[in-house]
């Protein structure tokens, strides 16, 4: 059973930083591609980060340079390093894990290429 698990949200100021987690069961790394997406209140959900299974990367314009996604193999563990947070970074931040067969990085961040399975989600909330 595939299970993904999002920790590390939290409130902080505009300037700050955070780091995601996202603790997975059931996934082999080397097949799928994983990624971070978020929605904020009365927004559609958007592709944040995704990191293919060969580690290849690809960010939305609105986080590059600021936003840095990883994973741990060993640990079955996906990560989101956020630095300098903005207030409209402000949303709920998922986890997202497909097989890689058929998709693009860039498919998947902007939404083509549908991902398999999703976490439920850590809140994220930058203050001005």
């Known amino acids: 059973q595939v299970q993904l698990v999002e920790s590390g949200g939290g409130s902080v100021q505009a300037g700050g930083s955070l780091r995601l987690s996202c603790a997975t069961s059931?996934?082999?790394?080397?097949?799928?591609?994983m990624g971070w997406f978020r929605q904020a209140p009365g927004k559609e959900r958007e592709g944040v980060a995704v990191i293919g299974s060969g580690g290849g990367t690809s960010y939305a314009d609105s986080v590059k340079g600021r936003f840095t996604i990883s994973k741990d193999n060993a640990k079955n563990t996906l990560y989101l390093q956020m630095n300098s947070l903005k207030p409209e970074d402000t949303a709920m931040y998922y986890c997202?894990?497909?097989?890689?067969?058929?998709?693009?990085?860039?498919?998947?961040?902007?939404?083509?290429?549908?991902?398999?399975?999703w976490g439920k989600g850590t809140l994220v909330t930058i203050s001005s």
């Open positions: 059931g996934i082999t790394y080397s097949s799928y591609c």
């Open positions: 997202a894990a497909g097989l890689s067969w058929g998709k693009t990085l860039i498919g998947v961040l902007a939404g083509y290429d549908g991902m398999d399975y």
